[in-house]
Every structure is written in C-alpha cells, then in structure tokens.
C-alpha cells in the first residue's frame, strides 16, 4: 500500500472523492480531478473504449481502499517522497493519508532482492504457513466490517517481484492440505512465498485476488482453489479451514499490462494485419524506482524476464527474436523511459522498421489497471459469471494472461473483443437495454420483442 502504486492509488481516490483542484505543469490550473486510463470509469466517446454507463460498473470514487507494507513510512510522506504526482496535489491529500492504517505485511526475505531487507520492518511476526494466511484472512475480515464494504473485495499484489516459487502442487487439495500440515510442523522444504499465502486467504475469504507482478503465484492447483465448484465440495480442504467463502472470486494474471508491454502487443498486431512478418523487437527501459530497484538482485530479475519475453507466445512466431533489457537509473525515480525497435520482413523480404519512445510514470500507467480490475472483479462476481470467462475477459490486463486466460490471444484489439464477449454474454449492454424498456413503454414494440431484443443486446 505504500508503494508507488498503492499511495498513487489513494491520492486519486481522494482527489476524486473529495473533487480536489491544483496545478498541474503540464496544462496549468485543474479544475477536477479524472479517472483517465480507467476504462471503467469512462464512457464511450466517439466509438472508443469506454464502459462506464453501458453496464453496471461500481463508482471508483466510493471504493474502500486499504492494504499492506512491510515498511512503516505514513503513506502521505511515501506519496511526498516518490515524487509521481504534482506537489500541489500531494500537500492536499498528505495529511489524510499520514492517518491512514497500513496493516503488516507478511515477509520472506528470501524471495525479494537484497535492497529490500533494511526497510523491512513493519512485518507480522514469524509463523506457520497456516498462521500466516489466518492473519490475512483476519485482516480481510477486519477491513470489510470496518468499512462496511457491501460489494466484492478484490486483493492486488502489488509489492515488489519475488523470485519464482518452486512450490509443486498436484491441486487445491495438497496445497491447503501442505498450509493445513504446517500447523504441526516446520516445513522448511516447501518454498511457500508470501504471494500464494496472500492468494489462498483471498480465495478462502471469496476474494478475488489479482496477481500485478511477474511472480508465479497463479498455479493449477491455485486456479482450481478459486472454482465455486471446489470451495462448495465435500471432499475440499478447504472445509478444515473454519468459514470458507461459497462466492463467485476470481485469481487473475500474470503481471499488469501497463504501458510498453500494451503498446508493444498493438504494434505487432498492427505489423501482423499489414501482412508483414516481425523478425526481431529490441526493447529497452529504464527507471529509478523501488520496483527497479528490487530487479537488480539476480534472483528476482528473472520472474519479470519471463513474462516479459513470453508475451507473443501464443502467435507461434518461431523466427521472431525478441530481446528485453531493463535498467535501473535512480534520478528517473518513477518516470519510466523506454525505446523499442520493430523490423519485420515485407514484400520480396525487404525490411520494414519502425522506432517507438515512449516516457510516462510508471505508476500513472498501472494505477487504472488496478481500478479497472477491482471493478470487473465487482461486475462479474455480481452476474456470478465462470471463472474462465472473466480471465478471458481481463487477459487484456496482463503481460502473460494466465489461469483460465492461458492462450487468449495477444493483440489488444483482440483482447478487448473478449472483454465486449464476456460483458455480451453477462446481460448485454446497459443503454441498449434501457432503449428496449422506453419502447416497450412508447408501445413501439411488444413485450414479447423487447425479450428478444435483449437476448441480442
């Protein structure tokens, strides 16, 4: 919660909430504050993206927001210090959320880089696999009832990369039945990272838990955990938990899609409707932010070159070669840099180039993905919609769409044509809808019609 994203997260929610206006460098005095890059928060304009009104999407502004670090920093000093958001902004919103709680984060310094280790002090004491996700899941508890939250409760992992676990699972079973046994025993052959402990309490709980790092949290047996199916079966391990939520809850990922990674699948996309055939895609990006910073240790760069270079997986472009590197440049603090070339082969093999540069903050560009999840997560869970079809819904979000999004294809256009499937197939569009019932009501048509309308709309 203290992180870039997660205090830019709350600043935006308080600006909206609260209707904030200051000055901006860009374009000058702002007299409200937006929800842009949040495409649920938006209507469609002009034939663009933009849902807010033609379903029943949730207002981002009456979210309950609340969370986890393990670092102590008052969250409105850490929004100060990160220096994403304009000064005049920050000394609005600072003081409130200095009074903010940031609950302690469960930690294994084992799965993060060396620079993490001297901030880490705002964690919840040494426990069992079992201790830890019955923390979590009391916390969860704790924050629904403080808040009186009413809708769905969507968990982000939104901390740093961990290294990869090497956890094995067979199912859902083993792996409740591996957290259960840790009761009695120390499991220290079991490479439990605190990511799956937080995924298991969320699923337990019928939270919906969203997987925005590059880390391999969303196994088969942690999929299966989130099926209705299971969670209701005489036969789960999850029944010796206590209370286990029956709800609709959704696990999504790998690794949110923000800002290079979303631009680079559109532009081979577009390179492959032309016909023409990508043969090599060098990228680079550099940043100075605490995300960076931690993908300087070897054993936790890996996790995002993984997703990172598998993201045109599905196409089955054999020949393409597609080379990543990131760099960690402290003065750029959150502003991340990032240039990526493109040559493809056309007619009669003659190469076709193209040089994209591209400059934003990081957070600026993952915040509204964070948003836009919770709400589909809200959405969908309220239409108790498959499990399947809201991973295929949101791969759009994701580096490397995993889980029940495995093989969605990677084009954004194709992306989005999922989500339009999946909200089609919920109830049909909203406005639509409400057309049909002002024709019933004009006696343009019958009811009889209007029934039929709606199955199409």
């Known amino acids: 919660l203290g992180g870039n994203n997660g205090v830019t997260l709350l600043a935006g929610h308080i600006a909206n909430r609260r209707k904030l206006t200051w000055e901006t460098a860009a374009v000058g005095p702002v007299s409200a504050p937006n929800w842009s890059g949040c495409i649920t928060q938006l209507p469609q304009k002009g034939g663009g993206v933009g849902f807010q009104g033609r379903f029943d999407l949730a207002d981002a502004a009456e979210a309950a927001v609340g969370g986890w670090d393990i670092r102590p920093t008052p ?3 850490a929004l100060y210090e ?3 958001l304009e000064y005049d902004l920050v000394r ?6 200095n009074d903010l709680t940031i609950l302690k984060g469960v930690y294994n310094e084992d799965f993060l880089g060396e620079s993490q280790y001297a901030t880490a002090t705002h964690v919840v004491e040494k426990r069992s696999f079992f201790g830890y996700v019955e923390h979590i899941r009391n916390d969860i508890r704790h924050f629904i009832s403080e808040n009186q939250v009413d809708g769905h409760l969507t968990v982000v992992w939104s901390a740093s990369v961990e290294r990869p676990s090497a956890a094995e699972f067979a199912d859902a079973n083993d792996l409740l039945d591996t957290i259960l046994k840790s009761k009695d025993e120390e499991l220290t052959d079991v490479d439990m990272s605190p990511s799956i402990l937080y995924a298991v309490a969320a699923g337990l709980e019928g939270c919906s838990f969203v997987n925005g790092g590059s880390q391999n949290t969303m196994s088969n047996a942690m999929c299966e955990l989130y099926e209705q199916s299971y969670r209701t079966s005489d036969d789960s391990k999850a029944k010796e938990f206590g209370q286990v939520a029956s709800g609709p809850a959704y696990v999504l990922g790998t690794d949110f899609k923000a800002g290079q990674t979303k631009f680079k699948t559109a532009a081979v996309e577009y390179i492959r409707a032309l016909g023409l055939t990508p043969r ?3 990228s680079s990006n550099h940043l100075g932010n605490n995300d960076m910073l931690n993908l300087t240790s070897k ?7 993984r997703v990172k270079s598998n993201i045109f997986g599905p196409w089955e472009e054999d020949e393409l070669d597609h080379q990543v ?5 402290p003065m750029m603090l959150d502003e991340k840099r990032d240039v990526v070339e493109y040559t493809s082969l056309g007619f009669l093999h003659s190469p076709h180039t193209m040089l994209t540069y591209t400059r934003c903050m990081d957070s600026i560009l993952c915040v509204p993905l964070m948003v836009d999840a919770a709400v589909w997560c809200d959405y969908f869970a309220r239409a108790s919609s498959p499990t399947e079809r809201v991973a295929r819904a949101t791969a759009y979000l994701f580096k490397v769409p995993e889980g029940g999004a495995k093989g969605v294809d990677p084009g954004f256009q194709r992306q989005m044509q999922e989500l339009e ?3 089609n197939e919920c109830g049909g569009d909203a406005s639509a809808i409400d057309m049909i019932s002002k024709g019933v009501a004009a006696g343009i048509i019958t009811a009889e019609q209007a029934e039929a309308l709606k199955k199409l709309a």
């Open 75 to 77: 969250l409105g000093d």
């Open 82 to 84: 990160c220096r994403v």
């Open 92 to 97: 609005q919103v600072r003081d409130e959320m």
């Open 280 to 282: 090599v895609i060098a």
């Open 299 to 305: 054993k936790t760069v890996g996790a995002k070159m």
């Open 325 to 329: 590197r990131v760099m960690y440049t």
């Open 421 to 423: 499937k999946a909200l």
